[in-house]
């Protein structure tokens, strides 16, 4: 049976986000806001974890994750970020944006692209994911909230609940923060690539 945190969205109860903090490391699967929807998040080293979202949306191998980090520091820890995509992350985070970039040896093979060797890397626009974030010390492996046969991500935490009270351990009410997927870019290539146009705005990358 699910825990259910109501946190608040602007001051998010320091004693609360401690112990979903606790809930990631002990391997919990974690229902958390974020800027654009709700989404999925576990520890970045559990593979029992991963394989658990994994089926409950029906992810195959190809799927891409994504490290939700604290601060554009963490994202270099991650990936390798040239000058360019440097000054181009620097400019939109945190915001709504996940960028696909190429990974370190610090990412878990699990979480890469089996081929290309990415991962998804972005920060959030939400106190809550952020004060989890500061609080875990460490990204967090995090996926949509998309439930396969479904067009969009779920948006009601209570609705939340009573849908996955049984298959995660946490399950975190932030009100209402939209239903709109995050914009993807590829930043791997000399130019940047939109992947998937979403709720942050692209002109920005477009040199077109």
Known sequence: MAQFFQIHAENPQHRLIVQAADIVRKGGLVVYPTDSAYALGCHIGDKD???????????????NFTLMCRDLSEIATYAR????????IKNHTPGAYTFILEATADVPRRLMHPKRKTIGLRVPDNPIALALLEELGEPLMTSSLLL????????????????????????????????????????????????????GDFSPFDSN
Do not use: S, W
């Open 49 to 63: 974890a991963l394989e658990r979202i994994r089926t409950l949306r029906k992810l195959d191998k190809n799927h």
């Open 81 to 88: 970020v040239d000058n360019q995509a440097y000054r181009l």
């Open 148 to 199: 396969p046969g479904e067009e969009f991500p779920m948006t009601d935490p209570y609705d939340i609940r009573d849908t996955l009270e049984h298959f995660v351990e946490l399950v975190i009410d932030g009100g209402y923060c939209g239903l709109e997927p995050t914009t993807v870019i590829d930043l791997t290539e000399p130019l940047p690539q939109l992947v998937r146009q979403g709720k």
